[in-house]
């Protein structure tokens, strides 16, 4: 009788253990569960934060692309304009140059008369 009834007490106590170890189990499920959900919550969150911010970096990049576009060409007609000027400096110097070479072949042409 002693064997049965200490079998009986720890059978009932094996089903006891198993009861508390199963609820401290679904407990703690529950727990890591919670944990998970936010973990992914905050991962959402950080994900649409960062796209929100590449989103905002690319917007400023393409305004300073407009810019620098824009400087540039302002800085090439510029530089087409100095040219245009520059050029006709050269032609009125060649110009000038023609004039002297001219002169300088009238003066010569004087002289080899004046020599004759």
Do not use: H, P
């Not at 189990?25 to 969150?45: H, M, P, S």
Request: glycine content about 6%; charged content about 30%.
């Amino acid at each position: 009788m002693r064997d049965f009834l200490t079998g009986v007490v720890k059978k009932v106590t094996l089903e006891v253990i198993y009861e508390v170890v199963d609820e401290r189990t679904e407990k703690i499920l529950g727990v890591v569960n919670e944990i998970r959900k936010k973990q992914e919550d905050d991962f959402r969150y950080l994900n649409q934060k960062i796209d929100t911010q590449i989103g905002a970096v690319r917007q400023e990049l393409s305004q300073l692309n407009q810019k620098i576009d824009a400087q540039g060409a302002q800085l090439n007609q510029k530089i087409d304009a100095q040219g245009a000027q520059l050029n006709q400096r050269m032609d009125q110097l060649n110009q000038r140059m023609d004039q002297l070479g001219q002169r300088m072949d009238t003066v010569v042409q004087l002289l080899v008369d004046i020599k004759k």
